[in-house]
C-alpha cells in the first residue's frame, strides 16, 4: 500500500521548478487506490496550471475534502469544479459556509469562500456535510470538532466569523485534519492548524491507538510572539513522530526555528514537494 502526497500550492518554491506560487495550500494525495484533493489553494486557480505541469490529471480525483472556509484553502473550488467532468464528491465540515473575517484596528477584510453551498448545489457537487470526526473509508479519516482552550497561537490573527449576525472569534474548531493510517503510522495534513497545533495532534493521539509517522502542512505560528513560538515547539519536540514538514502559514522565520529544532525529522516542503511512502 503506498502513500504519496504532492504539493500542488504553497506559498514557497524551492524545487527548482517552473511552479506558481501563491498564499494558500492544495495537496494531491493517491492512498489505496483512491485519489483525493485536500484544499484547493487560494482564487487564482494555480493548482489547475501546476497540476499540468507536475503531471496530475484532476479529472480523475474521486474526492475533495476542505480543511476550513478561508480563501486561500477554498478559493480554486470553483475552478475544479467546473473542470470536471462528473459530479465532485466534496466533503466539508457543516461550518465551512460561515462568513469569515480578519479585523484589525486597520481594516475589516472578508476573507471567506468565494461561493455558497447553493452554488456548489447548482453544479451538482455531491455535498458531504459532516458534523464530527468522519471515516472516508477504511485508512482515511478526517478528524474535527476541537476543543478550544488552546488558541495561544491566534494571538495576533484577529479571525473573526459572522454568527447570529454578530461578529465572534473565530477559533476554528471545525478545521477538518485529514489522518492516514498506514502500517508504519499515522501520517497528518494539516490546513492550518487553528485550533492550534498541540490541541490537534494530542487529540489525534488520544483517539487513534497508532504511532505518528508524519506530519504535513501549515501550522498558522506566523506573526505568534517568540516566547509562545518557543513554548510550542519545545511540546511539538516531545512528542513521538518520525518527521514534520510545515509550511504555508507557519511563517518563515519558524519554519527556520523548526528546521534547527528537529533536525533529521524536520522535512521542506514546498509547491512541489512530493511524499512517497511504502511499506517496505
Avoid at 466534496?90 to 472578508?110: G, M, N, P
Avoid at 466569523?161 to 474548531?173: L, S
Avoid at 485529514?178 to 499515522?186: A, D, F, P, S
Avoid at 526555528?257 to 512541489?272: A, C, I, S
Amino acid at each position: 500500500m503506498t502513500l504519496k502526497i504532492t504539493v500542488l500550492t504553497e506559498d514557497t518554491n524551492c524545487m527548482g521548478r517552473d511552479l506558481k506560487t501563491e498564499k494558500g495550500l492544495s495537496y494531491f494525495v493517491e492512498h489505496n487506490q483512491e485519489r483525493i484533493i485536500f484544499d484547493t489553494g487560494g482564487p487564482d486557480g494555480t493548482i489547475i496550471q501546476n497540476a499540468i505541469d507536475l503531471g496530475v490529471d484532476l479529472k480523475t480525483i474521486d474526492r475533495v475534502i476542505l480543511s476550513h472556509g478561508h480563501y486561500d484553502h477554498t478559493g480554486g473550488l470553483l475552478k475544479l469544479v467546473d473542470l470536471m467532468h462528473q459530479p465532485v464528491k466534496l466533503t466539508v465540515h457543516h461550518t465551512l459556509f460561515h462568513k469569515r473575517y480578519k479585523i484589525t484596528d486597520k481594516e475589516t477584510k472578508f476573507i471567506g469562500n468565494d461561493f455558497s453551498e447553493e452554488d456548489l448545489l447548482q453544479r451538482d457537487v455531491d455535498l458531504q456535510i459532516i458534523f464530527d470526526t468522519t471515516q472516508i473509508n477504511e485508512n482515511l479519516f478526517v478528524v474535527s470538532n476541537f476543543e478550544s482552550g488552546d488558541h495561544q497561537n491566534l494571538e495576533a490573527n484577529h479571525l473573526y466569523v459572522e454568527k447570529d449576525q454578530m461578529m465572534k472569534p473565530d477559533y476554528m474548531e471545525g478545521e477538518l485534519v485529514l489522518v492516514i493510517q498506514t502500517e508504519k503510522g499515522l501520517v497528518i495534513l494539516l490546513g492550518c492548524a487553528h485550533s492550534g497545533i498541540l490541541t490537534i495532534l494530542n487529540k489525534i493521539q488520544e483517539k487513534f491507538a497508532q504511532p505518528i509517522l508524519g506530519i504535513i502542512g501549515g501550522t498558522h505560528l506566523g506573526g505568534v510572539s517568540e516566547g509562545v513560538v518557543h513554548e510550542i515547539l519545545d511540546e511539538i519536540d516531545k512528542l513521538e513522530f518520525q518527521w514534520m514538514g510545515p509550511c504555508h502559514c507557519t511563517g518563515q522565520e519558524v519554519i527556520k526555528k523548526m528546521k534547527n529544532r528537529l533536525g533529521d525529522r524536520f522535512k521542506e516542503v514546498h509547491v512541489g514537494t512530493e511524499i512517497i511512502l511504502d511499506n517496505d
